[in-house]
């Protein structure tokens, strides 16, 4: 139990750093807030990592630290549900409704889309 803990909290962390890393580069060097770009962004790739992730624990019988060090921890920390709601009602705030919708709908639909097409890959592919 003690490593799977420590697998998680290693990969939590990596993937709360390469968030802010992406943060960084979209918002402050990239393109303006005007839209949660970041976020939406790290989701989606999440999304397609968790899928591609779970696809190759089972495909090469990963153990189960290295398992939830990539899953819970990696995207874990990487993805942000909170991050996302706090940018939709801001998007709210800002009386952008029909962004906001539209990042709703995009962002669900693409991070299930993305987390099938990672394990389809993952299963297929590699």
């Known amino acids: ?16 750093v390469l968030r802010y890393g992406v ?33 190759l624990s089972a495909k090469f019988n990963l153990s189960a630290e290295m398992r939830l060090f990539l899953t819970a921890g990696l995207c874990g ?8 709601s706090n940018d939709s009602l801001l998007l709210v705030r800002q009386g952008e409704w029909v962004m906001c919708l539209g990042y709703i709908i995009l962002s669900v639909i693409l991070g299930i889309v993305a987390c099938l097409a990672g394990g389809y890959l993952g299963e297929t592919k590699l």
């Open 77 to 84: 920390g990487f993805t942000t549900f909170s991050t996302f």
């Open 1 to 16: 139990m003690t490593k799977e803990i420590i697998a998680i909290f290693l990969g939590g962390g990596l993937g709360s």
């Open 23 to 55: 943060q960084l580069c979209m918002h402050e060097r990239i393109a303006a807030y005007h839209f949660p770009w970041a976020t939406f962004t790290v989701n989606i790739v999440g999304s397609f990592l968790i899928g591609l992730f779970y696809a």
